[in-house]
């Protein structure tokens, strides 16, 4: 069977002295003097000896640790205080050593990257708790990844060293309990594995990713490596004769370049046949060739070669030298049909663009001195990611959106637009022009007011394409709209343009904020006719204490109005869930467990025709002769007559757990009459699956207006609102509401 990597385990039974271990992570990773190294070992070694039982997990003990950290952290460009720090990391965890120590016998910095790494451990412990989930980050986790980055943006060498005694320990559970592999893979899968990809660390990442799939799909893990397993010895014999014959043309063109072959990594082959629904037969890189040369015009030259020896598979040609991707990543990518017709992926690149996808953050330190300019923008480029994650926090508050963002930067599929010079913008995909504005300068997301796409002007809801270039377009006097944070309206997609409309609103005078948020609420509940209910209880639903903090709230945009709507539903007692309105249900009218009635069960009731309550009114009901409990909103007016006239017949009544599919609401639509008017009202309608029962439409022909009113049937407040917002966004409609019942 293909392992994931062949491990090279570190064998302490064997003839290496300190002193030769010392000598070799010196000269791996460039050091000009092995001696604090060589103090390091030793004083593991006798702090192993003095103390041979203490271990923290069934696992290697700290010696051993030590020295495999170090031998990973070795095959990077890294300084002798981060080798230092991971040999003695595993010590000073387990008590064995502490950091005063650390400080007095070997420097401030060794110590201070050491108590970073320590600090990187809480996630592991607040884990726990988390939902057993494969790749995918959970939600509680947002501030312990937090305080991560912090350590990380002190010193970015503290990730370094995490993820060295990650692989470490992911390589050593492989003798451990299923519980522990599982613990550990899913660790190492949802935090690690994406760190490193962001960072650019290639080779750890494909390393994490493998051994996290092979304990968490162990079948499919199974399955891919058996496939390539079988006949290894003939691919790697066509692999390498493919190689010599690319050499020789290469030389003859007086192309200076190493070629290299290498197995695909069993997670990656795992994502792409998910990806692109194919099974491993399809899979066009198993067999990969990786060419290294000396510039970007030697790069463009190979291809060429390439292409023009082998027939190029069409629409697997990928330029990231051109496009790089998000974390900095840079390459040719193309896919030839050699010999014998089978298929071999050829990826192209200089030695430096291999070094930055092999070592990422680390490949400055390689570079520093020399090609300063390239190589510090790409490492200021990885930092600069993550101090964008804290100040969005910063700005936000609010660690859900912390952890939205960090999912969405590392997970989500990106788009390349251009801007109008051909500057290259990274996206998530479904983004829009504002997402663009934002991403480019927050001032001119602020002083957005159009945007034009491929030349054409499109609306700022609109969604961005691979390959659009766009153009803002702009006032000086213009700023943001609290309308963009209504996020049932489309305007924006990622949380950093999201986090800084909020802070926009947020440096408003707080007597604007709370102006404004009034002028919203009062809007929403005229627009759904909500009726009275206790606004200081929905603010203390929203966990803040007066309703002039709710107002404020609403006003920066910290609290949405729907939000607000939610919650007078939630303390009316209705529950709001989407329904499937085919086939349709039986109407409410004939409903009985919709219904709760204080002091008795199982009546019947029916809904008052004259009001039509709907979940989230206040209601109160009312005990006809012969049709049981009629079921009023608590300011219809007919309802207010009967209690005059009948007050022992009114009871109170709530929103049962159970709720009817579907209600019977009145809507009203003003608009200037035109064209196609009606047939527009009706497909938002029909998009949304909302039934209509009634319509009437009236016109006035001296002002050019329209008046419609519309029976629908809706399962609740929430639908209603998201209803009436999409009605209102059609051309030449003036309002849109809700009709109460006189």
């Excluded at 400055?364 to 300019?373: L, N």
């Excluded at 270039?469 to 999201?498: C, F, H, M």
Aim: with cysteine; proline share 3%.
């Amino acid at each position: 069977m293909v392992k994931a990597r062949e491990l090279h385990p570190i064998q302490l039974d064997s003839d290496l002295s300190q002193e030769n271990w010392a000598e070799r992570f010196a000269r791996e990773a460039h050091l000009e003097s092995s001696a604090k190294l060589q103090k390091a070992i030793g004083l593991i070694e006798e702090l192993e000896s003095k103390d041979a039982t203490a271990k923290d997990w069934k696992g290697p003990d700290a010696h051993r640790f030590g020295l495999e950290m170090a031998d990973i952290l070795s095959t990077m460009p890294i300084d002798e205080d981060a080798l230092v720090a991971a040999l003695l990391y595993r010590s000073v965890r387990i008590g064995r050593l502490h950091l005063r120590d650390v400080r007095e016998d070997f420097g401030k910095t060794v110590a201070k990257l050491i108590e970073g790494v320590q600090q990187m451990a809480i996630i592991s412990q607040t884990r726990q708790d988390a939902p057993k989930q494969f790749l995918g980050a959970a939600e509680n986790q947002a501030d312990a990844v937090r305080r991560m980055l912090v350590a990380v943006i002190d010193d970015v060498r503290v990730a370094l060293i995490k993820l060295a005694e990650r692989t470490a320990a992911i390589r050593a559970v492989k003798s451990a309990d299923k519980a522990r592999r599982l613990k550990v893979a899913r660790e190492v899968s949802e935090v690690y594995a994406p760190l490193a990809h962001r960072l650019g660390i290639g080779h750890l990442k494909w390393e994490l990713e493998d051994l996290s799939f092979r304990y968490l799909e162990e079948d499919a893990y199974k399955q891919i490596a058996k496939a390539l397993a079988e006949r290894r010895e003939d691919r790697e014999r066509y692999i390498q004769e493919l190689v010599d014959s690319i050499s020789a043309t290469l030389t003859s063109q007086q192309i200076r370049a190493d070629l290299t072959w290498r197995a695909k990594h069993i997670f990656s082959i795992w994502r792409k046949m998910k990806r692109k629904q194919v099974d491993f037969s399809q899979i066009y890189d198993v067999r990969a060739i990786r060419i290294l040369v000396d510039s970007v015009r030697d790069c463009y030259a190979a291809l060429g070669l390439v292409h023009g020896a082998y027939k190029s598979i069409p629409h697997e040609f990928d330029d990231y030298i051109a496009s790089p991707k998000p974390n900095g990543y840079r390459s040719l990518h193309t896919a030839v049909i050699g010999p014998q017709g089978k298929v071999v992926e050829v990826q192209i690149r200089t030695q430096q663009m291999h070094d930055e996808a092999e070592y990422g953050v680390c490949a400055h330190y390689k570079y520093k001195g020399t090609d300063t300019e390239i190589s510090g923008e790409a490492y200021e480029e990885k930092i600069a990611w993550l101090r964008q994650v804290l100040d969005w926090h910063d700005e936000v508050g609010d660690l859900r959106e912390l952890s939205d963002a960090l999912r969405q930067d590392v997970l989500e599929d990106r788009i390349y637009v251009f801007t109008r010079d051909g500057h290259v913008v990274d996206l998530p995909s479904g983004s829009t022009p504002l997402d663009f504005a934002y991403k480019v300068h927050t001032e001119i997301g602020h002083s957005c007011r159009g945007a034009k796409v491929n030349r054409k002007i499109v609306p700022l809801t609109y969604r961005l394409k691979v390959g659009d270039q766009v153009d803002i377009l702009r006032q000086s006097e213009a700023r943001p709209s609290r309308d963009w944070l209504n996020q049932s309206l489309g305007y924006l997609k990622t949380s950093r343009a999201r986090a800084k409309v909020q802070a926009w609103f947020k440096q408003l005078d707080r007597d604007q904020n709370v102006s404004a948020g009034k002028q919203l609420i009062d809007s929403e509940v005229k627009r759904l006719a909500l009726g009275s209910f206790d606004l200081q209880a929905v603010s203390q639903a929203l966990n803040l204490q007066t309703t002039e903090d709710l107002y404020a709230a609403v006003g920066a945009g910290d609290v949405r109005v729907s939000q607000v709507v939610g919650a007078v539903s939630r303390l009316s007692g209705a529950t709001q869930r989407e329904l499937d309105l085919e086939p349709r249900q039986a109407s409410p009218q004939e409903r009985t467990d919709g219904i709760q009635i204080r002091g008795v069960g199982k009546l019947l009731t029916q809904i008052a025709t004259c009001c039509h309550p709907v979940p989230g009114d206040m209601i109160v009901g009312y005990i006809t002769k012969n049709r049981g409990v009629s079921i009023h909103r608590d300011d219809c007016a007919n309802l207010l007559s009967l209690e005059d006239e009948s007050p022992e017949r009114i009871i109170e009544v709530s929103w049962g757990e159970t709720q009817v599919e579907t209600y019977p609401v009145e809507i009203e639509i003003n608009a200037y009459d035109r064209q196609g008017l009606l047939r527009d009202v009706t497909s938002v309608l029909a998009n949304e699956r909302v039934n209509v029962t009634g319509m009437q439409t009236m016109t006035d022909a001296s002002a050019n207006t329209a008046r419609l009113q519309l029976s629908i049937e809706v399962d609740g407040l929430s639908q209603l609102s998201h209803v009436l917002d999409r009605v209102q966004r059609i051309h030449n409609v003036i309002f849109a509401k809700r009709i109460r019942a006189a």
